[in-house]
């Protein structure tokens, strides 16, 4: 006790407590006024200095012990994951497709596991800037990431330069869908096929131009392979979230838009020429494909997939790819992909790891 009254009392756990039910280091302390001690610890307290016989004291000290250490053992014990809400980083801008995906996910997310997901919007940079950022993220299972292909194959023939190594520092979880893209002009250019258009930029060096979405993204990767397929100069016009408004108005000759597009060639304001996928759209089986118009081979199509950070243990990762297959074989997030011409996945996270360069031998 000391000048202010204030009794210290530090309680270790009695021999015959068996060590393993709390850790092995843990003290109690506590202190109160000796005016205001209740009777009944003032009677313990005479236990204690010998008036009351031996097997009923180390009784009670095993009891008081035991109700001090309870709080301790329990905070000791792991968190029951999830806990909180998850943040799910998207890499584009509200309203494009892979914003769309995400907010189905994550709604499908929200009720699998019981807690809130919430969308973030972190675009620039073809998506490297949001995946970069969970890059470097804790891998507890509480951040995400819905990420375009471009971000993870990163090949620098198009520009693409990564601050992140997407086999190290990302674990790969689920690829959600595949994005076919359709080669839409202005109809101020008077072309209304592929081969009428390749001839009308031949006529025209670097007198006209093709939009992406960023450098490595799917519709540049159309552009660029076309141009080089078919001997084009064309101008490149790099960043625009949506270049669809500078091509229907004509300072934009063409782009390979996600097929969300054919809202818009169906209103008579964009022509669409082919689709850059392998085989002929459903929604569109009219538009023959980029191969069938005379570069055999072509293909430039997106995938999102779900990734986490380092880290993050095998038993959340497993839950998680069984919450993303659950939604993308839920009603809800199919019909979001119909819509958009969006052929669904929901594969495993080997199968993703395999699109990953380094990945399969992770």
Not at 219 to 236: D, I, K, Y
Request: charged fraction near 15%; include cysteine; aromatic fraction near 6%.
């Amino acid at each position: 006790m000391n000048s202010s009254g204030i009794v210290h009392v530090r309680l270790r756990p009695p021999a015959g407590l068996a060590r393993t039910m709390v850790p092995p280091t843990f003290t109690w302390s506590f202190a109160m006024r000796t005016m205001q001690m209740p009777s009944t610890l003032r009677w313990f307290s005479s236990f204690r200095h010998g008036a009351a016989p031996r097997p009923l004291r180390r009784w009670l000290s095993c009891a008081v012990w035991l109700c001090c250490a309870a709080p301790a053992v329990a905070l000791a014990q792991p968190q029951a994951w999830p806990a909180r809400a998850i943040h799910l980083v998207v890499p584009f801008a509200a309203g494009t497709a892979p914003d769309t995906i995400a907010r189905t996910l994550a709604d499908s997310f929200t009720q699998t596991l019981a807690v809130p997901v919430v969308v973030e919007n972190q675009p620039g940079a073809g998506g490297t800037i949001g995946v970069g950022r969970v890059a470097r993220a804790a891998g507890d299972g509480y951040t995400l990431v819905l990420s375009g292909d471009a971000a993870i194959v990163g090949d620098a023939r198009f520009g693409v330069q990564l601050s992140y190594d997407p086999a190290i520092d990302l674990v790969p979880i689920s690829q959600i869908a595949m994005t076919p893209n359709i080669l839409v002009v202005g109809n101020d250019v008077p072309a209304r096929t592929l081969a009428e258009f390749v001839a009308l930029a031949r006529s025209r060096p670097w007198g006209m131009s093709y939009a992406s979405v960023g450098y490595g993204t799917s519709s540049h990767r159309g552009g660029e392979l076309l141009s080089r397929a078919a001997g084009l100069e064309m101008v490149h016009v790099p960043g625009s979230a949506s270049p669809l408004p500078d091509v229907v108005s004509g300072r934009i000759s063409m782009f390979f838009a996600n097929a969300a597009s054919l809202a818009l060639v169906r209103e008579g304001k964009l022509r669409a020429l082919a689709v850059s996928s392998r085989e002929r759209l459903p929604s569109a089986p009219e538009l023959p494909t980029v191969a069938e118009s005379g570069f055999p081979g072509f293909e430039a199509v997106a995938w999102f997939a779900l990734f986490a950070p380092k880290g993050t243990p095998a038993e959340l990762v497993a839950r998680l790819e069984d919450a993303a297959r659950k939604a993308v074989a839920g009603p809800a997030l199919r019909e979001r992909l119909q819509g958009m011409a969006a052929v669904p996945v929901g594969g495993s996270a080997e199968a993703l790891a395999a699109l990953v360069p380094g990945g399969a031998a992770r």
